[in-house]
């Protein structure tokens, strides 16, 4: 039974690869794996631009490097539970994915690994991951949210550069590095970070947001003012024109510029958006 497919098997990118069998490959649009396989080689299926469907056997442990490069027709990816790293460039430039499942049990995203996946517009990464590499979701132009979970410990340099509709990002109080540029050119982020962290320092230094009162976080973003933080720091005196309604309700102003999803009960933070003329 066959166990592993080699590097380069399927590649429209392997090297002296005649031009009539780069161009059958590039047309193959599915492709079934059997159970037997425990390894794909890197770069196995780079630039077979036609592909739209592949399961990835349970028994893969590791997307290695460049496996899917290039693949700009393959919709979202069913990882397995079992797999432990995602490669460098391992989905790089896969256009036609709009959302991405990172299965728990996953502990690095490698370099570029998600990189140029134009139409990915949400993921959600699970508290197992340590380390997101450099330039991980760079240029995924229609990302506008990011979940990262507590136990991320590294954000690599431009990990979410150019990333020009991504809203939202909470950074855990697990980071204790994030690289160069991890945000360039993300004009309209909202940065959450918790009082005292290092992501609270990191977004300081780089003039990402200002803080007020403990762990509130504000900024000016589009003519609304982004608060965030746990409810209990809010008071009259701190933000006069702002009543309590509740314990467990948002704070309202006169003139709300924009409705906010539920609280999280776990963490009791969430965006709320004010019109300056309220304040």
């Given at each position: 039974?066959?166990?592993?497919?080699?590097?380069?098997?399927?590649?429209?990118?392997?090297?002296?690869?005649?031009?009539?069998?780069r161009?059958?490959?590039?047309?193959i649009?599915?492709?079934?794996l059997?159970?037997?396989?425990?390894?794909?080689?890197?770069?196995a299926f780079s630039?077979?631009?036609?592909?739209?469907?592949?399961n990835?056997?349970?028994?893969?442990?590791?997307?290695?490097r460049?496996?899917?490069r290039g693949?700009?027709?393959?919709?979202?990816?069913?990882?397995?539970?079992g797999?432990?790293?995602?490669?460098?460039?391992?989905?790089?430039?896969?256009?036609s994915?709009e959302?991405?499942?990172?299965?728990?049990?996953?502990?690095?995203?490698?370099?570029?690994?998600?990189?140029?996946c134009?139409?990915l517009?949400?993921?959600?990464?699970?508290?197992?991951?340590?380390?997101?590499?450099?330039?991980?979701f760079?240029?995924?132009?229609?990302?506008?949210?990011?979940?990262?979970?507590?136990?991320?410990?590294?954000i690599?340099?431009?990990?979410?550069?150019f990333?020009?509709?991504?809203?939202?990002?909470?950074?855990?109080k697990?980071?204790t590095?994030i690289?160069?540029s991890a945000?360039?050119?993300c004009?309209?982020l909202t940065?959450?970070?918790?009082?005292g962290?290092?992501?609270?320092?990191?977004?300081?230094?780089?003039?990402?947001?200002g803080?007020?009162?403990?762990?509130?976080?504000?900024k000016?973003?589009e003519g609304?003012l982004?608060?965030?933080?746990?409810?209990s720091?809010?008071?009259?005196?701190?933000?006069?024109?702002?009543?309590?309604?509740?314990?467990?309700?948002?704070?309202?102003?006169?003139?709300?510029?924009?409705?906010v999803?539920?609280?999280?009960?776990?963490?009791q933070?969430?965006?709320?958006m004010?019109?300056?003329?309220?304040?």
């Open positions: 039974s066959v166990s592993e497919i080699t590097a380069y098997a399927f590649s429209t990118e392997k090297p002296r690869r005649k031009r009539d069998a161009e059958r490959l590039e047309k649009s599915s492709v079934l059997p159970d037997t396989i425990t390894r794909i080689g890197e770069y630039g077979c631009k036609g592909l739209r469907e592949v990835l056997p349970t028994m893969v442990r590791v997307i290695e460049g496996v899917f693949c700009e027709s393959l919709r979202e990816p069913l990882i397995p539970e797999v432990t790293a995602i490669g460098d460039s391992a989905f790089e430039d896969c256009f994915f959302s991405l499942t990172v299965p728990k049990g996953i502990c690095s995203i490698g370099v570029s690994a998600f990189s140029g134009l139409l517009s949400k993921i959600d990464l699970p508290n197992t991951v340590l380390d997101i590499g450099d330039f991980s760079s240029g995924d132009v229609n990302l506008t949210e990011a979940r990262l979970q507590e136990g991320i410990t590294s690599g340099a431009y990990a979410f550069a990333d020009k509709k991504l809203a939202k990002i909470t950074v855990p697990s980071v590095a690289g160069d945000f360039l050119e004009e309209n940065l959450s970070v918790y009082g962290s290092y992501a609270e320092q990191y977004a300081k230094e780089n003039g990402i947001l803080t007020t009162k403990e762990n509130w976080i504000m000016m973003h609304n982004v608060l965030t933080g746990p409810l720091i809010a008071s009259r005196e701190a933000f006069p024109n702002v009543a309590t309604v509740s314990p467990k309700e948002f704070l309202l102003c006169a003139h709300v510029s924009q409705s999803s539920s609280i999280s009960t776990a963490l933070e969430e965006f709320i004010y019109s300056p003329s309220s304040l």
